[in-house]
């Protein structure tokens, strides 16, 4: 296994980066009507680790794509992820208070403003992945140096224009109804307080977090024009740190801190909510995990060290303890 | 002014072929998880008169645009509207139980279902406008007829997806928190049970109906690839119309009868809402709306007879009973 502290050390650098390119993307909580932008900022800007937009930049590295392209993809992605968490929260969902260690979104702001907040970045994600290179450099910092890399981009021909158009439509799919997202989200509801079989327990997880997950990583792939080999190839990579990670947040909720959590641990255990530790047990949960973590990083090996970022995440996603 | 008999037989054609096309576009009903297609079904077929669908078609028509492109377009766009209306009849916001004459979709499925359904149809309207054509076409009925003009469509090179880019940003934007939908219902949801101000009125008519009003007709004629001079023309029209349904819309609020609008008359003006009648009166309101509907027939008399039907639907906007 790798060193933890090296990967650590890499993907603090890398949310940094991917939290600059938020600030430029998210209005200013000034801009009117500033209620709003200042929801959507509190939530964005909560301490998340950005795991899937740099999920998302390091496959489309592996493939050469542009950097700045994947990374503003990436913001998409973590605008998609706080979307969900916001609405997950809500008292009719989840109805939780905490998120991180602070106030949820309707907590903080009421309940109307945190569904609109919701929506607001559902809504910016797609216009994000929409927007045409031209103008979103003119809404840059004159003082941003581009990287040389940029220069690929900017006379994208219809590859590109296809690999985006393809990448909004993976997206919309994986947080949909049709084993996407908000699938995850009503079974999950509607077996709280249930005895959940297995069969119905891993539907769950692989809509409500893997498929996200899973095209986190194909949409780096896609958007940096691979092929269809080597996008199917990272998608099962995709798929099995998905599930690994599920199950991680899982068992981080039967054994983790509250502090670590920021959230009251033990919740889902006492909403009798699906999990894998309360169908499986503890300790062939983490076997189960420790397996596909195993299992996706050999995926990768036909690209040798180019890989090993992934490789790396892939493990710290597994040893992580919030 | 054109014969109403003759407009509304022409809209409730229109109304039925975006239907059909709707019923292809939705998961089935059955499909797991049941619960959510339901809802969504429910709320999409709640008997909308389809305006903004069939703006978009006659836009795009005007230019030449694929009828069948348009109308896929149009079913994003009702999408879209349903979302926002579902979302807007939360508790923790407008708070209505009936919309169009049936219980509002949290009534009928329960909050956090509808939060989802409107969730899930927002991110479904993006998925439909990225949508390859080819894997649309295996969804489709094998008894669906293809029109002729279809074959324009299944070779679009890369303007075809230059603009299927722009118009998804375009909507995007129409929708979010800088002058659009969601702009328009914070700042409704701040000035009711305030006095509100003109600037104010205007700012929240032309964000939250006014915006997507103007961009269904823009993106008509963007995916019909018009020439940027034709794309401001008709932007033109959109903003006097959108203008003058949302007055149309106060003063049926006022005048009109329980049973036409299927909700709660005067609720508004019980609320305190911001209104047109309210700040203007309503005879000064109906001269206002009407000297619109004039000034966007005038805009569009360059392209002679073909913008005739436009007109017709501008003239239907003002005259309609509910």
Excluded: W
């Excluded at 799919?173 to 995850?184: K, L, S």
């Excluded at 119905?200 to 958007?223: C, D, M, N, P, W």
């Excluded at 690994?244 to 947040?249: H, K, N, P, V």
């Amino acid at each position: 296994m790798p060193l933890l502290e090296t990967i650590q050390a890499y993907l603090e650098e890398q949310r940094a980066r991917v939290e600059e390119e938020l600030e430029r993307l998210l209005p200013p909580a000034g801009e009117y009507p500033p209620s709003i932008h200042r929801a959507m900022r509190y939530s964005i800007f909560a301490g998340g680790k950005r795991l899937r937009p740099i999920l998302c930049l390091e496959s489309g590295k592996l493939f050469g794509g542009d950097e700045r392209n994947l990374r503003r993809l990436g913001c998409a992605l973590e605008m998609i992820h706080t979307y969900s968490l916001i609405h997950d929260d809500l008292p009719a969902l989840d109805d939780d208070d905490l998120r991180r260690g602070m106030p949820t979104s309707h907590r903080q702001f009421g309940e109307a403003t945190a569904i609109l907040a919701g929506d607001a970045l559902l809504t910016l994600a797609f216009e994000t992945l929409a927007a045409p290179q031209s103008s979103q450099d003119e809404d840059r910092h004159p003082s941003d140096a581009l990287p040389a890399a940029a220069a690929k981009d900017s006379d994208r021909g219809s590859g590109a224009e296809d690999s985006h158009l393809r990448v909004i439509h993976e997206l919309a799919r994986a947080i949909g109804t049709r084993g996407g997202m908000v699938a995850g989200q009503v079974v999950d509801l509607e077996s709280t307080g249930k005895e959940t079989d297995a069969v119905t327990l891993q539907f769950i997880h692989s809509a409500k977090t893997g498929a996200f997950i899973r095209a986190a990583v194909r949409s780096g792939a896609i958007a940096a024009e691979a092929t269809e080999a080597d996008i199917e190839r990272v998608t099962g990579y995709g798929e099995k740190i998905g599930l690994a990670f599920q199950i991680a947040d899982d068992l981080l909720d039967v054994l983790g801190s509250r502090q670590a959590l920021g959230k009251a641990v033990g919740k889902d255990g006492n909403q009798q909510k699906a999990t894998y530790p309360a169908l499986h047990g503890v300790e062939q949960s983490q076997r189960i995990a420790a397996g596909l973590v195993r299992e996706a990083c050999e995926i990768l090996e036909p690209y040798g060290s180019r890989a090993l970022r992934l490789q790396e995440i892939a493990h710290f996603l597994l040893a992580r303890r919030s």
